[in-house]
C-alpha cells in the first residue's frame, strides 16, 4: 500500500458533461501528480502541483485543471466531457517537485479512478 | 527529451524460469530510471529505482534491474518467476521533468 488513496473507483459520464476526480496524498508529500492512462498505454503526464500551485503541465487542454489543498488532498477536474476522455486516472505523490536536470523523487501511486465517457 | 522504448510488448515464461524485460531509454542527461509494475484493476507500484549511485539495483520481491550507459539499457530481471508476477510492466524515465513511460510489457507466467 503506497497511502494515497483516490475516489471515486468507477465513475460513468455523457459527452459534455464534467467531472472532479479526487485524490489524498501521503502525509508529508508537496507535490501531487496527475496522469491520464488510456486501455493498453502508459500513463501520460496530465499536471504536478506543488505546494498549491501548478509545478508543470503536460500536453492537455486548459479543459483539465486541478487544486491542491493544505490537507494534502487534491482534485482532478475536467470540463466538457469528450469520449476520448475515457480512461484510467492515476494521481501520484511524492516529496519534492520536479526540477529540470535535478534527480526525481519516488512518486507513489493510487489505485486510480476509471472514466468512462458515453 | 527523454523517451522509452520497451523491447517486447508481451512476455511468457513458465513458474520457476528466468525472466527478462527489455528496456532502452534516450535522455540527455543523468536520467532516473524506474520500474513500475501494475497489476489488472489497481494501480501503479514501484518496482525499483536507479539514480546514479549503483549501476546494479535491486527492487521488491526479487526483481532487480542494472543501468547500463553505454547500451542506454535499464533491463529488468528477476531468477525465478512466480504466478503473481503476471502483470504489466512499465519501463520509465525523468531527468527532474514529467515521467515518460513505455508503453509497457505484458508479463504472463505460465503454471
Known amino acids: 500500500e503506497t497511502g494515497v488513496t483516490q475516489s471515486p473507483t468507477h465513475l460513468i459520464k455523457t459527452r459534455g458533461q464534467q467531472v472532479t476526480l479526487r485524490c489524498s496524498s501521503q502525509s508529508g508529500h508537496n507535490t501531487v501528480s496527475w496522469y491520464q492512462q488510456a486501455l493498453g498505454q502508459g500513463p501520460q503526464f496530465i499536471f504536478q502541483?506543488?505546494?498549491?500551485?501548478?509545478?508543470g503541465r503536460g500536453n492537455f487542454p486548459p479543459r483539465f485543471s486541478g487544486l491542491q489543498f493544505p490537507n494534502y488532498s487534491s482534485e482532478l477536474n475536467v470540463n466538457a466531457l469528450e469520449l476520448d476522455d475515457s480512461a484510467l486516472y492515476l494521481c501520484a505523490s511524492s516529496l519534492g517537485p520536479l526540477v529540470a536536470g535535478g534527480s526525481t523523487d519516488t512518486q507513489y501511486f493510487g489505485p486510480g479512478t476509471r472514466l468512462t465517457v458515453l | 527529451a527523454q523517451s522509452v522504448t520497451q523491447l517486447d510488448s508481451h512476455v511468457s515464461v513458465s513458474e520457476g524460469t528466468p525472466v527478462l524485460l527489455r528496456c532502452n531509454y534516450s535522455s540527455s542527461y543523468s536520467p532516473s530510471l524506474f520500474w513500475y509494475v501494475q497489476h489488472p484493476n489497481k494501480g501503479l507500484q514501484l518496482l525499483l529505482k536507479?539514480?546514479?549511485?549503483?549501476?546494479l539495483v535491486k527492487g521488491i520481491n526479487g526483481f532487480e534491474a542494472e543501468f547500463k550507459k553505454s547500451e542506454t539499457s535499464f533491463h529488468l530481471t528477476k531468477p525465478s518467476a512466480h504466478m503473481s508476477d503476471a502483470a504489466e510492466y512499465f519501463c520509465?524515465?525523468?531527468?527532474?521533468?514529467?515521467?515518460?513511460f513505455g508503453k509497457g510489457t505484458r508479463l504472463s507466467v505460465i503454471a
Open positions: 520509465v524515465v525523468s531527468e527532474g521533468t514529467p515521467l515518460v
Open positions: 536507479y539514480t546514479s549511485a549503483a549501476t
Open positions: 502541483y506543488y505546494r498549491e500551485e501548478e509545478n
